[in-house]
């Protein structure tokens, strides 16, 4: 009984710690035959489950891409309208060619709406191997987890606190903020989808990369590789 009255008025204590609380008050009780009691009256603490942290794919460094569609990267930017109220654009990049092959723009972009532009605007045999994502609620998700689970598609988690993991995404949306939103003004989220998806394909057909030779991300996606000198930037 009174292992009971312990354990409902402290009921984040285990049977090892009532056991001290008892010798404390005086009881000739060894160990065992509290934590046989314990048991027997169904007062096992709940242990609080901890949230399954999400894992890179790899140890160390990730490999570098040898080819297009090996492995994207993907994030969120931030930004404005001119009445102030917020929007954000999905941002992906493909890592060896630098290819843009969405941007999507929205006010509210939750995991649902990750998977449903890439179903409506990337086709399955198009999926890369890998996305390097961070941990946002958005890629966290169970919808974008479940997405990616049946195309056998992997999602490469970088480390909490490593923006680094996934320059390759930081690099792209510097260009994007520098090039494109800071220098517009959108008056409503319909313009703001007009001029960005316009500048996604001016960066993918016009605009010379120099880490791909000078070359525009569209030029060296079909050109031999071994023709084109490649620096990692």
Excluded at 157 to 185: A, M, Y
Excluded at 186 to 215: C, M, Q, V
């Amino acid at each position: 009984m009174r292992i009971r009255e312990i354990a409902y008025a402290r009921p984040r204590y285990g049977a090892t710690r009532i056991g001290i609380l008892l010798k404390r008050e005086g009881w000739r009780v060894n160990h065992k035959r509290v934590h046989r009691l314990y048991c027997l009256e169904g007062l096992q603490v709940r242990m609080r489950v901890k949230r399954r942290k999400h894992m890179a794919l790899h140890r160390g460094p990730a490999p570098i891409p040898t080819g297009r569609g090996q492995r994207w990267s993907m994030d969120f930017v931030h930004d404005e309208l001119i009445d102030g109220r917020a929007f954000r654009v999905l941002t992906v990049v493909d890592q060896w060619s630098r290819e843009s092959p969405l941007l999507e723009v929205g006010i509210s972009l939750t995991g649902k709406h990750v998977v449903g532009a890439f179903e409506a605007r990337v086709g399955p045999q198009d999926f890369p191997k890998s996305i390097t994502v961070d941990h946002g609620t958005e890629f966290t998700s169970k919808a974008v987890e479940a997405w990616a689970f049946y195309p056998g598609l992997e999602l490469d988690f970088t480390r909490p606190g490593k923006p680094t993991d996934n320059g390759h995404i930081e690099s792209f949306n510097g260009r994007l903020r520098d090039e494109c939103l800071n220098v517009h003004q959108f008056l409503s989220l319909d313009h703001a989808k007009t001029i960005i998806e316009a500048w996604r394909r001016d960066y993918n057909d016009h605009r010379p990369h120099s880490s791909l030779g000078d070359l525009t991300p569209s030029e060296f996606a079909h050109r031999p590789q071994d023709h084109v000198t490649v620096t990692e930037r």
